[in-house]
């Protein structure tokens, strides 16, 4: 059965930013738990999330539709989610699917920080 | 190759692992496997989800290399269904637009092979063909 975890830190300038790194793979089974560390990460204040996916083995629809679908509660409040090291068989899905038209994309986590940290 | 999978969400990994497994016998490169991946996993969820499968049924899946392309044929005895008109986002302005949570299995699909093809079987059986040529 598939298995996701979760790590996090906060980062940033002020230390306003929740960097979480997905580690494992998000299909239908699990989608939920994505969706509730989201909301969990709302609840504790962060609105500006970087999501470091370079330990994420495979997203499916049902991942990518919690990000799509949750995206504006995080935009409203002047933050927003940026992600970070997608692998290279993740990101080609991305493009073809055309996510990475709507997310902002990242090679490094530093320059998602960065982007937050100019307010863009 | 054929495997017999339960019609129920936690087998999606083993699902992809067999995926992985006969691409990695084929030498496909990690792009396509990630596509192959993907496209099969939709297409099992959508089985899993809205075929009308009861817990104990099961599904297939056949996997086959033709010369220059690859086949993923899943057969399930699951309700009957017209596959180029199910409800699924148009593109990825409608994504863009109506962020969905779930809905899109169909269009990924689409995305990530040259051609699919469903037939409903004399022998009240599902099956779906994912083609991709290499």
Known sequence: ?120 | MEKKFPASLDCLEELRAFVRGFCAEQRLNDILTGELELAANEAATNIIEHAGLKSKDHFTLALEKEKKRLSLTFRDPGKPYDFGRVATVKGAKDIQKKRPRSGMGVYIIRQLVDAVIYNALPNRQNQLQLIKNL
């Open chain 1, 1 to 120: 059965m598939p298995d996701i975890k979760f790590t996090e830190y906060e980062s940033g300038k002020n230390k306003d930013i929740k960097v979480v790194v997905l580690n494992g793979s998000v299909d239908a089974y699990n989608s939920e738990m994505l969706s509730e560390k989201l909301e969990a990460v709302i609840k504790a204040g962060f609105y500006k999330v970087v999501v470091d996916c370079s330990k994420l083995n495979f997203i499916s629809s049902s991942g990518m539709g919690v990000f799509l679908a949750m995206e504006d509660d995080f935009l409203s409040h002047g933050g927003g989610l940026k992600f970070t090291a997608i692998p290279d068989n993740i990101m080609n899905v991305f493009k073809k699917v055309g996510l990475s038209d709507i997310f902002k994309t990242y090679a490094q986590e530093s320059q998602a920080l960065d982007d937050f940290n100019r307010g863009i």
